[in-house]
């Protein structure tokens, strides 16, 4: 089998092959389906969701002008 970066393989106490990590920075889209099947909440999934959020001065902005707008009806 291949070697992957990101990717390792863990042996129980047997050594059996039974466990894999998996970084999900460098794997995290592939794994997402999966992840999802399995309804399993991942911290990728909401690292992904801050990085798009609105900054502070964004939501500020956005605030004001629905409060403004509350104002003219």
């Known amino acids: ?3 992957v970066t990101g990717i ?3 042996k129980d106490n047997r050594g ?3 466990y894999v990590r998996i970084d999900l920075k460098k794997h995290g889209k592939e794994i997402e389906p999966f992840l999802k099947k399995l309804a399993i909440n991942n911290d990728f999934q ?3 969701e801050w990085s798009n959020s609105l900054t502070t001065e964004q939501f500020r902005k956005k605030m004001h ?3 403004k707008k509350w ?3």
């Open 1 to 3: 089998m291949a070697k």
């Open 8 to 10: 390792e393989f863990e």
């Open 16 to 18: 059996v092959k039974r």
């Open 46 to 48: 909401f690292e992904n």
């Open 65 to 67: 002008s629905r409060i």
């Open 71 to 73: 104002g003219e009806k």
